[in-house]
T-cell receptor
Framework: DARVTQTPRHKVTEMGQEVTMRCQPILGHNTVFWYRQTMMQGLELLAY????????DSGMPKDRFSAEMPDATLATLKIQPSEPRDSAVYFC?????????????FGPGTRLTVL | GESVGLHLPTLSVQEGDNSIINCAYSNSASDYFIWYKQESGKGPQFIIDIRSNMDKRQGQRVTVLLNKTVKHLSLQIAATQPGDSAVYFC?????????FGQGTILTVHP
């Protein structure tokens, strides 16, 4: 049963600390997305990769957030320094671009709390 | 102070009833649409999809209807069960990027 995995599932940290979230996309998928979900804003797209290349990170605060794909099996989202307003659930999703559909499959999320 | 957040539409139904969840999308050029279900503490889960060249698609107990004239999408769930209780999101796709609706809370009473 192929699925997207994310680590850690929960993270509590103090303001100013660096936070790294990791995602393993489904094997064979060539697109990876990072989303943030809050009660205020709903689901927001932060960054988007295709074939490991960043295509769109316009939704991401560039001064503190960075997203990378060191290899096809790992995507990372870093926040440095973290702030209380970054508290949210961060989802990674993967899909296959070039096929019939653009369906994205979501991981279980990382719940981040910044104190 | 009082917190302000999204006020999600809600739908309450009795077990066994049919449910209809509606969604308005914004981009007339969107070519693909998806319905997701999100249970508490979990990520959105794919339910059913439809391409813009179709107006209806059926799955197991679910049907999606697409009306491009008024940019409206609906999800019909037949014989709704307590396990269907969740937040349901529609998403529109344009060049592979999804834009999500705000979601609808479905509550199924036994």
């Amino acid at each position: 049963d192929a699925r997207v995995t994310q680590t850690p599932r929960h993270k509590v940290t103090e303001m100013g600390q660096e936070v790294t979230m990791r995602c393993q996309p489904i094997l064979g998928h060539n697109t990876v997305f990072w989303y943030r979900q809050t009660m205020m804003q709903g689901l927001e797209l932060l960054a988007y990769f295709r074939n490991r290349a960043p295509l769109d990170d316009s939704g991401m605060p560039k001064d503190r957030f960075s997203a990378e794909m060191p290899d096809a099996t790992l995507a990372t989202l870093k926040i440095q320094p973290s702030e209380p307003r970054d508290s949210a659930v961060y989802f990674c999703a993967s899909g296959f671009s070039g096929g019939y559909t653009d369906t994205q499959y979501f991981g279980p999320g990382t719940r981040l709390t910044v104190l | 102070g009082e917190s302000v957040g999204l006020h999600l539409p809600t739908l309450s139904v009795q077990e066994g009833d049919n449910s209809i969840i509606n969604c308005a999308y914004s981009n007339s050029a969107s070519d693909y649409f998806i319905w997701y279900k999100q249970e508490s503490g979990k990520g959105p889960q794919f339910i059913i999809d439809i391409r813009s060249n179709m107006d209806k698609r059926q799955g197991q107990r679910v049907t999606v209807l697409l009306n491009k004239t008024v940019k409206h999408l609906s999800l019909q769930i037949a014989a709704t069960q307590p396990g269907d209780s969740a937040v349901y999101f529609c998403a529109e796709s344009y060049y592979g990027k999804l834009t999500f609706g705000q979601g609808t809370i479905l509550t199924v009473h036994p």
